[in-house]
């Protein structure tokens, strides 16, 4: 630009000497038109005028296209560096949004993370929750249990036969009377085609002589079952893995009766197969040795207690090994039954059970004791009044084998 102006700062100099050598001339012609007029020199100066003018039009047009040029190049120059500022600014933005959602992408994952730790945090809480729960009613079973046992002691103690050391059934608070529920037989549960069980309610009346169920309490009711106590041979709690389809707030009122519905002098032995009579010594030791029971090797994963010793049968990982009785259902730790002290199993073929659901715990531990106390008293007196009845545990009859 400023060799630019130079340039027009020097034509138009030039043009003004330009303009003065015509005014010479001209009053040079005029001086020479008063005088002697020499039209060969104004032809001349005329050309030289015109020479002079295409000349100075010739400069002005390259002037103006090298600052044309100039123009072009300084505006590409500015607008490579304008190009240049924004391409570097977005390169920056790039950078700072990469950052930005690197930032986001590690907040997520943490926040994923924490939520999968808390996940696992209340997992193990639910998981010790219910195990302290089973826990404390596993606590609350033995503690009933012990209650009941020190119960029966005491009334042994203050109340018991001189000749057999056995309380007598006349020692009890009986008749004992109460609104029971009655679970209904798998026949029955199987004909209706319903998932629900439903419970049939009935009265319940424990003499010294009968249990009878009625349908309804008045005096003239028509009775659903009656059960004479000598049939009575076995009461005790529910297990979850008794009753599976009962709702886990109603095993601590439920409890289980087995006796036998004939008593005509039918033994166990009269049902046996001909595969038990021909077994080999072996299976007649072990028959001797588990006390008449079919045990099956099982693993409880619900609350269970053994009905020998009391102690925990199931885990819900790894639960231990452990027996259940085919035909009474009795459950014990597997190494009981090594030992041969465990009760006899007294289930045939025609023995029968019921499961009932009293109105409260209470009520249904009170059914409990005055069941098992009338069971044991009157299963004594039995056997006293004939010892041929009594069962063996350990038989001879493999020795001549």
Known sequence: MELKEQQMVNMCERERDLETQIQELGRKIKEYEGGTSDAAYINKLEAALKTEKLHKQSLIQKVEELA????????????GAKDNVIGKREREIMRENDILKEQIKNLYNEKEKLISDMAHQIREVTNQADYYRNEVRELNDVINDLERSGKNIEHRRHGTDPHNGIGSPFDLPLPHEGWLALKPDKARVKTKKTKDMQWINVFGLLTSHAFTLFNDDKQNAVPHVIIDVI??????KVTEAD?????PNMLPKIFH?????DLSGTSGSRHASSTDLSSDSHSMH???QWNRHEFQDLTFHMTTHCDHCHKKL???IRPPPA???KKCHFKIHKEHAKTGDIPVCRITAVSKELFLMASSESECMQWISLL???IESRSASAVSRNPSRRIPIHSHSHSSS
């Not at 049939?231 to 005790?236: Q, S």
């Open 243 to 247: 009753v599976r389809s009962a709702d």
């Open 372 to 374: 098992s106390r009338l």
């Open 314 to 316: 199931s885990d819900m």
């Open 68 to 79: 044309a040029i100039r123009l072009k190049e300084s505006n590409k120059k500015s607008k």
């Open 231 to 236: 049939k009575l041979f076995h009461v005790r």
């Open 257 to 261: 009766l087995l006796y036998d519905d």
């Open 323 to 325: 027996y259940e009785c």
């Open 286 to 288: 072990r028959d001797e």
